[in-house]
């Protein structure tokens, strides 16, 4: 049986996208005379050139996964050997041909290990938690826009999803616009300024070696879905508010919201949010609802939430979030989640944007 598809192809251009990522044209000895799009990992491959001769990974494009129609490179034909530079001695992605070294934040060798050896509490920092990585932008937006530009927010990024950090173009966005300080990577993510073994303790470096007044964490971009109430990754929301209260932090669960899917499981709440908050989490959380304009939509919402206990374990504050979206052009941030913008379903995004404004207001009553 096999698990992958690869095929090679030929280099035709080169476009950088950003720290660790490069974009590339190539061409498929299957398919002469057509361009397809490539993503390339310098670090992890060495660099490509056009002309160069490449090793691809076509299996989601084959499958029509949402990978945006990029084929990933795992060799450069030719290319030069790369050496480790460096501290560091934990693996991630193990025991796989792309298996790589880091330094994470506790390790002994790290500059961080002193201060993380003891850690054990947030010490009360608001922590987001995130049921879908388009949701990020509009958290950390929302915060820095009630908090100031002086608070410090860390963006964790679980392995639930993506792997690589630089996969993201909203984490890019973000610290170009100066809407994220500091990121850190768990598990077998990788990439992020610091590196973690695992949840607790990437929350822990957040805090006490990013120096976070709040933090956000949740998996990259590719949530994995089965169309069935157990077998997706966005269940572990629930997984991370539980860590986040018993590090004690102050958890704030974002709702996944939509008035424009139509898929009914996720009409209103989704089911993936009924079952986290619902069944899953232990922890008592902070539920941030916007202020929704059509009563029959709040309505809805609000049986949801009563129907699967939510409203009655968990803390629902309900606040006005809608200048959050009025604000994104100015900083050119175009939200999208599902294939939607903000002008066709904005409620994912106005949720994001109610939880980033309940983190700000909690951070600057600590600070107050």
Known sequence: MAFIRTRKGRVKSVKPLGPGIDELRVELDESPGTESKALLYPDLTGPARAGDVVLLNTTAVHLGLGTGGYHFVMAVAGGPDLD???????MKLRYTPWQIRVLAAEEPDSPHHASLRDADTLEGRPVIALGLHS????????????????????????????????????????REQGLLDTTVTIGHAFGGELEAVNVWSGLLAAVHAGRADAVIIGMGPGVVGTETRWGTTALEQAQLLDAIARLQGRPIAVLRLSSADPRPRHLGVSHHTLTSLGYLTYATCDVPLPVLPQEELRELIDWQLEESGISLRHRIIRLEARQVLDEAARYKLKFRSMGREATEDPLPFLAAAAAGLHAARLFKQTCG
Request: glycine residues 8%; positive net charge.
């Open 135 to 174: 949701q990020l932008a509009p958290a950390a937006l929302a915060f820095k826009m009630e908090a100031g530009a002086a608070a410090r927010l860390a963006y964790c990024m679980t392995d639930g999803a993506a792997l690589p950090l630089a996969f993201s173009q909203q984490v890019r966005q973000l």
């Open 84 to 90: 480790l530079a460096g501290p560091g001695h934990i």
